[in-house]
Structures are given as structure tokens and as C-alpha cells.
């Protein structure tokens, strides 16, 4: 559902996970970088400022919103970000966030 301004929701992530085996707690600001890192739609959408982020304090959900003809582009320049199924977890997101950063850092002091 599209509101006044043109943003759709196209994404969302529970920020606070409980379960038997693990906790995840991670701060809005920490997820909001490393989605915008991690994910080519999501920095695609913020260097042409087309998304917006809404955290539901209440719910411990972070929303992305972003504009309905910049979703379309990047529907078209990213097919395969649309085509999963499943749901990626924020930790498995974050993780592979410190393993490129590491990868890229050292491949640049070789």
C-alpha cells in the first residue's frame, strides 16, 4: 500500500529476536548502515534519496519505504534481490558485513 507521498514499503525487519537458542538486539542506526551497505537496492534507492526508514518502537520493526518509480528501477536493475523466497536474518546480513570488510581490508595492505 502506496501512501501520499509515493513511498511503498518494500522491506522490514524485526530488530529484537528472542528465541531458544539466540538473542539479537541490534540498534536501528547499526541496521539502517549496514543494510544500505549490504544491500545494492537499498543504497540504490538512498544515493538517489528514494528511501525513508520507519522504526515501530512498539513493534521493534525497522521499515524501509521507498518511492514507487525508483522500486521499479530497481526491480529492473536487481532481479534477483525479488526472486528469494526466504528471509535473510539480520545477524547472517551483519556478519557477512564484517567478513567483506575484512576481506577488503586486507586486500588492500597486500
Do not use: Q
Amino acid at each position: 500500500m502506496a501512501n501520499a507521498f509515493g513511498m511503498k514499503k518494500f522491506y522490514s525487519i524485526e530488530l529484537k529476536i528472542h528465541s531458544k537458542y539466540y538473542k539479537e538486539n541490534v540498534p536501528p542506526y547499526t541496521a539502517k548502515l549496514v543494510l544500505t551497505k549490504e544491500s545494492p537496492l537499498i543504497n540504490y534507492l538512498s544515493n538517489n534519496r528514494a528511501l525513508r526508514w520507519v522504526y515501530r518502537k512498539n513493534r521493534n520493526l525497522l521499515e524501509a519505504y521507498g518511492k514507487e518509480k525508483y522500486l521499479m528501477i530497481g526491480k529492473i536493475k536487481y532481479p534477483d534481490l525479488f526472486d528469494r523466497k526466504g528471509r535473510i536474518g539480520f545477524m547472517e546480513l551483519y556478519i557477512s558485513h564484517i567478513i567483506n570488510r575484512a576481506y577488503t581490508n586486507a586486500k588492500g595492505s597486500t
